[in-house]
């Protein structure tokens, strides 16, 4: 019976090693799939550059495996593509002679105790690309390895501050009617107080730029349905002076929540709390997070209590990361959603998160700035009343068309040395 034993285990291991990596074999009336990164294995990383406008160009990142399958990734930093493609270039080498046998494995090459942000960007995206791979290869969506969807739709809001270039009230209006009727978003992001830095404007200047804003911000509300959701993004521009100066127009306005109105990290716990407060009375919630990298980070911004809702970025967090922040933000009371300002990529990647998550408010996508992001899609995303409804597909849900796109080191054509003062230009404008 013993010498039985053997042999059937024998026979089963001797068939079991016979199913290629990454492949399926029936092995004793079973369907067996070997999985192919159980092994040292030759990866390959390449890097394509999207150059979208003057203030942006997506960074598209793909993982190959030894027999040509491919995950992407996006490391999108804008201003930072060089150091990108330069740590990319030694990556590859160091690949080519020590090949990678795990995800830990791989990011392990690029960690370090001081982490800069196109590094730990590259390294977000290893990790989206590496999930993106192993999806395909399984032949399901990323949000099914992450325990299967909470919900087949996840409400959303148009970041459209890039793709306004007149910048006069009446360009806001114009772009945000336009956007409403074509996407019909639950709500509508903007940046309206460009220009304003406390620490360098006069007070007479910080008046002028802060009614221009609050102006902008009017046109806005007047140009759209009463029914959608307004959200201002303030970059940190403010003193918590100019702040509650600005909170009872945006209020009129029916702003839903106020980002970053300051540099909440430099604030004392109460005085963030005060600001949230005085927010709150009027009827609006403060949101902000989207630099921290950290689960540490993540709790200290929920006990010093400044914040209703958090939006970290997975660009900098990494996916497993990401995803523990704001399940510890909903448990401590705090909303969640997260940053999403770039590419078709990681807003593919950032629905199935939101899809995965317990609990989760709106998700931020980037609505106008470019054909491109539809055309590198291959179709446009599908909305259903304000809602992006969930892809069947695997992996992402589409293959990006690098067709569209050239060699990272090739098609970085001559970015600004800075984006300081260029219009629409997020924090920078």
Request: proline share 6%; hydrophobic share 45%; with cysteine.
């Amino acid at each position: 019976m013993k010498f039985l034993a053997r042999r059937k285990k024998k026979h089963f291991t001797d068939s079991f090693n016979s199913v290629p990596y990454g492949g399926t074999k029936s092995v004793g009336g079973f369907e067996v799939t070997r999985p192919w990164l159980d092994e040292p294995t030759s990866l390959t990383v390449r890097a394509h550059c999207v150059p979208v406008s003057a203030k942006t160009s997506w960074v598209l990142l793909v993982l190959s495996g030894p027999d040509g399958a491919a995950g992407y990734g996006e490391a999108t930093c804008f201003g930072a593509e060089a150091e990108i493609g330069a740590l990319i270039t030694a990556l590859s080498a160091a690949l080519a002679d020590d090949p990678a046998s795990s995800l830990h494995d791989l990011l392990s090459r690029l960690a370090q105790s001081e982490m800069g942000r196109a590094r730990r960007v590259l390294c977000s995206a290893l990790e989206q690309a590496w999930h993106d791979l192993t999806a395909r290869r399984a032949g399901r969506r990323i949000v099914d390895q992450l325990g299967g969807p909470v919900r087949m739709r996840v409400p959303f809001y148009a970041n459209i501050n890039r793709g306004i270039d007149d910048r006069s009230p009446d360009g806001f209006a114009a772009q945000a009617s336009h956007i409403q009727t074509q996407v019909g978003a639950q709500a509508l992001k903007i940046a309206p107080f460009d220009g304003l830095r406390w620490q360098k404007a006069a007070a007479h200047e910080q008046s002028a730029l802060l009614q221009l804003g609050l102006d902008r911000v009017a046109a806005v509300r007047a140009a759209v349905p009463k029914g959608t959701r307004l959200l201002v993004d303030c970059h940190a521009r403010l003193t918590p002076f100019l702040a509650r100066q600005a909170f009872p127009a945006l209020a009129r306005a029916g702003v839903f929540w106020v980002e970053e109105p300051c540099d909440m990290a430099g604030l004392a716990p109460v005085e963030q709390r005060a600001l949230r407060h005085a927010a709150n009375d009027l009827g609006m919630r403060l949101a902000g997070a989207e630099d921290i990298t950290s689960l540490s980070e993540m709790a200290k911004v929920i006990s010093d209590g400044g914040h209703d809702v958090v939006l970290p970025d997975l660009r900098l967090t990494g996916i497993t990361d990401g995803i523990a922040m704001l399940r510890l933000a909903v448990d401590m009371g705090v909303e969640a959603s997260l940053h999403n300002p770039v590419g078709p990529v990681l807003d593919a990647l950032s629905t199935q998160i939101a899809a995965a998550l317990p609990s989760f408010l709106i998700l931020e996508r980037q609505i106008g700035e470019s054909v491109l992001f539809d055309e590198l899609r291959g179709a446009p995303v599908r909305i259903q009343d304000g809602e992006v409804v969930l892809s069947r597909a695997a992996g992402l849900g589409f293959v990006p068309d690098l067709r569209l796109a050239g060699p990272l080191e090739t098609s970085n054509r001559g970015a600004p040395i800075s984006f300081a003062g260029l219009a629409g230009a997020g924090p920078d404008a």
